[in-house]
């Protein structure tokens, strides 16, 4: 079976900083570009950032850039979700999904919910005084 996995959300301070980590499994994640979405109450899911299957290649939305960063290890079929300087427009539940390609350079990072192709349960990231 497919399986996602977040852990590392929590409670944070304003300014402050947390990593996430998905952990994958059930597929061949050297396959698949990876994105982190996140959806606050009464909000659409909304695209956070992504990481292409192939040279790590990152898009990020301008939210958040500047502010995240993202890195997978494929040893460990992982993908790492970093964010500093927090905000409580950040308060989310964060996601990470799985986008398989087969586009042979593999450099391709896509923010449309509906492209991704299995997703984890989300972690609760809520950022406050």
């Known amino acids: 079976q497919v399986q996602l996995v977040e852990s590392g959300g929590g409670l944070v301070q304003i300014g402050g900083s947390l990593r996430l980590s998905c952990q994958v499994s059930g597929l061949s994640f050297s396959s698949y570009a990876m994105g982190w979405f996140r959806q606050a109450p009464g909000k659409e899911r909304e695209f956070v950032g992504g990481?292409?299957?192939?040279?790590?290649?990152?898009d990020y939305a301008d939210s958040v850039k500047g502010r995240i960063t993202i890195s997978r290890d494929n040893s460990k079929n992982t993908v790492d979700l970093q964010m500093n300087s927090l905000k409580p427009e950040d308060t989310a539940v964060y996601f990470c999904?799985?986008?398989?390609?087969?586009?042979?350079?593999?450099?391709?990072?896509?923010?449309?919910?509906?492209?991704?192709?299995?997703w984890g349960q989300g972690t609760q990231v809520t950022v406050s005084s």
């Open positions: 990481i292409s299957r192939r040279e790590s290649v990152t």
């Open positions: 999904a799985a986008d398989y390609s087969t586009i042979p350079q593999g450099m391709r990072v896509r923010r449309r919910r509906g492209e991704y192709d299995y």
